[in-house]
């Protein structure tokens, strides 16, 4: 290939890697906001959490791949706590007193990580089978950006599959569309919630733990994914899965390629795709009135 050919391709891969943590970050964003109708401003702050996690498990085993399956399980698992316990005696109450709760919790959590691991920014280190560089018909491209995306593939074509293929996502969905119906058939659906709350927040961690070798894991990382992720998801459209897939991917690539091409502008140009689609598609491209 000719280096403006590689050139090319590197900015693509680039911007699929980062369109791919964007989606695993916006598709529990969408399950928990879009679909069961929670406002969670403090949903990247879990990312976050699960990505000091990771580190901090590297540091005490050595071992990555152990960081990467705890990590996300804990930020899991502290998430169906805070639905349980925080989001759920306040969600009858509107989206102003979840917005109010979960701008606490962000503030809590960017306060605790400050705190246990210091406001400086922390290097996780890429285990030796994914630290190398692969050489394709010329173009030389790190191990570790593939393995994400092919991670993040499996994962989000594994969680498909559940939600549309098996018994327990036809509860969900059902349980989404009319809750008091499916409560009268017998379905626990506060349990149903809280499994999808913490699903959703899984996700974001296992994205949290994948992207600190990619960018450093910094207290500002939840405000960097998370103002994406919510642009994601509100160009999407709220509650469409493949709305979040399809603009995760293109944002991603309008990330890479502006970065390098239009470094000034890049950082806005994000918000004026945004700007641009919701003025013409006020629910965003997947979504539907109500």
């Known amino acids: 290939m000719s280096p403006t050919t590689v050139l090319y391709v590197a900015q693509a891969l680039h911007g699929l ?24 401003i403090a949903h990247a702050s879990f990312a976050m959490l699960a990505a000091y996690f990771c580190f901090t498990v590297l540091k005490l085993t050595g071992n990555f791949w152990a960081g990467l399956v705890i990590a996300p399980v804990v930020a899991g698992f502290v998430g169906v706590l805070t639905e349980r316990f925080l989001l759920r005696p306040v969600h009858k109450h509107g989206h102003l007193a979840e917005l109010l709760i979960t701008v606490g919790i962000m503030t809590l959590i960017l306060e605790i990580v400050k705190l246990f691991w210091g406001t400086e920014s922390l290097v996780v280190k890429i285990p030796p089978g994914l630290g190398g560089l692969l050489k394709i018909a010329g173009l030389t491209y790190p191990v570790y950006r593939l393995f994400v995306i092919g991670l993040s593939i499996l994962i989000l074509g594994f969680m498909a599959l559940i939600l549309f293929k098996t018994r327990l996502g036809k509860i969900v969905q059902a349980a989404v569309s009319d809750s008091e119906m499916v409560s009268a058939l017998g379905i626990n659906t506060p349990l149903v919630f809280m499994l999808v709350f913490g699903i959703g927040i899984w996700l974001a961690g296992v994205a949290g733990a994948v992207a600190g070798p990619l960018l450093t894991v910094f207290p500002g990382m939840a405000d960097q994914l998370g103002m994406d992720a919510f642009v994601v998801v509100v160009v999407g459209g709220f509650g469409s899965l493949l709305g979040a897939f399809i603009v995760a991917l293109f944002l991603g690539e309008l990330n890479a390629y502006g970065i390098q091409f239009i470094p000034r ?18 629910m965003g491209l997947f979504g539907e009135r109500e």
């Open 17 to 40: 890697a980062y369109g791919m943590l964007l989606f695993l970050i916006a598709s529990g964003l969408t399950l928990i906001f879009g679909m069961m109708g929670i406002l969670n």
């Open 265 to 282: 502008l890049a950082p806005v140009l994000m918000f004026a795709f945004m700007a641009l689609v919701l003025a013409f598609k006020p």
